[in-house]
């Protein structure tokens, strides 16, 4: 007697069948196919808003045509978990429409031996998300912002935004506040240092026409005032020439560190995480979050693919339309749900781990109790 193709049982490696391989060459390359046509029209949409800008400022074709490369990732990454939600659905209502899955269950295929080329699809599209968020779009965006500021009018300013007001923690009960950095001839029009000790601060440095030699790593001015404060506020006030002083922060960290932290690779990020927590720095939720972000979306794509296959595997009146209308609120509803908690997690308003992975752990309930209902 002929053993049937599926067996019912749970197999850790159920191996690839002719089946398994068209699931998955019809759900990457629908994948491909849709996300492939989106990314042609943001391309030249964004070439016809910028064109006057390449005119101008003479950018050559090579320059423009690496731009759009290294810009190409950036995007993909960006919706890759929608557009694998729409590929998963779209293909697997028709499938459903035409009672194929009705079939492959009818001859003895569990639903979750059904979900396996899924996975591997998912698989696939994971780690080249993750692959281009962990390594390949830090260094695709440093490309981008350079070629931004020298064509770009717009943009023409340095990588770094530099704010007229600078305020950054270069350790435990350090501050410093900088006011007027200007990035080209590396000049701030004043800064001071500030000492906290109990809430109250202790002692302050205050110096005008601040200098920063960017060989020797040292800031100078030629006079500054120091003034220290005992325990009952009495303040003893001194003043000095020829400031020459070494900080704990990098002339870079003055810039926006939001925008600067997406151009590291997760080795570099990781050490500057490291670098920021033992100065006791404000921002280290922000940076935490970059971090998780970049690990939780990816992986997202497992649990987009489950809800896609249990909510489109049944057949209903409302063919694929209505299969694609459900999943399309359910996948806008997780980006969503993903962008405010990131807002709580930089808002201190939840644990930055929580925060981010939540909505993981919210549409993995999800996931499960559709795959429950779905038919078996």
């Known amino acids: 007697m002929m053993e049937p193709q599926y067996k019912t049982g749970v197999n850790w490696w159920p191996g690839l069948k002719i089946l398994d391989r068209y699931i998955i060459r019809k759900f990457v390359g629908t994948y491909i196919f849709s996300i492939a046509m989106i990314v042609i029209v943001v391309v030249v949409f964004d070439y016809v808003e910028?064109?006057?800008?390449?005119a101008t400022n003479h950018a050559?074709?090579?320059?423009?045509v690496d731009y759009y490369l290294n810009f190409v990732p950036f995007f993909v990454n960006q919706f890759s978990a929608l557009f694998t939600f729409v590929a998963c659905i779209f293909f697997t209502s028709k499938l459903a429409h035409r009672t194929e899955i009705v079939a492959m269950l009818s001859g003895g295929m569990s639903f979750l031996r059904l979900?396996?080329?899924?996975?591997?699809?998912?698989?696939?599209?994971?780690?080249?998300?993750?692959s281009l968020s962990l390594w390949i779009i830090p260094v695709s965006q440093r490309t981008c912002v350079s070629f931004e500021e020298q064509y770009i009018t717009r943009n023409k300013k340095s990588n770094v935004r530099y704010e007229r007001h600078i305020y950054r923690q270069i350790e435990p009960g350090t501050f410093l506040y900088i006011r007027g950095f200007?990035?080209?001839?590396?000049?701030?029009?004043?800064?001071?240092?500030?000492?906290y000790e109990g809430g109250s601060v202790r002692a302050t440095l205050d110096a005008s026409e601040v200098k920063f030699d960017e060989k020797a790593k040292r800031w100078t001015a030629q006079r500054y005032i120091k003034r220290t404060f005992d325990e009952k506020g009495v303040e003893t006030f001194t003043q000095h020439r020829n400031l020459d002083t070494l900080l704990n922060i990098d002339i870079n960290e003055l810039g926006n560190m939001q925008s600067?932290?997406?151009?590291?690779?997760?080795?570099?990020?990781?050490?500057?995480?490291?670098?920021?927590?033992?100065?006791?720095?404000?921002?280290?939720?922000?940076f935490e979050v970059e971090h998780h972000t970049r690990y939780s979306y990816p992986l997202g794509t497992f649990i987009l693919t489950l809800i896609g296959v249990s909510l489109s595997s049944r057949k209903?009146?409302?063919?694929?339309?209505?299969?694609?209308g459900i999943g399309l609120v359910l996948c806008f509803s997780y980006i969503l749900l993903t962008r405010i908690f990131e807002v709580f997690a930089?808002?201190?308003?939840?644990?930055?781990?929580?925060?981010?992975?939540?909505?993981?752990?919210?549409?993995t309930i999800i996931a499960i109790y559709l795959y429950r209902k779905a038919p078996k």
């Open 50 to 54: 910028k064109i006057d800008d390449f």
């Open 60 to 64: 050559p074709v090579e320059a423009i």
């Open 115 to 130: 979900m396996w080329p899924y996975f591997i699809g998912a698989l696939v599209i994971s780690a080249i998300s993750l």
């Open 182 to 195: 200007n990035h080209n001839s590396l000049q701030a029009s004043f800064m001071a240092i500030e000492k």
């Open 260 to 286: 600067m932290v997406k151009t590291m690779k997760i080795g570099e990020l990781n050490a500057f995480i490291d670098q920021q927590r033992a100065k006791g720095s404000d921002m280290i939720r922000h």
């Open 316 to 324: 209903m009146r409302g063919g694929t339309g209505l299969h694609i």
């Open 346 to 363: 930089r808002g201190g308003s939840l644990p930055t781990m929580l925060a981010v992975w939540l909505p993981n752990i919210i549409y």
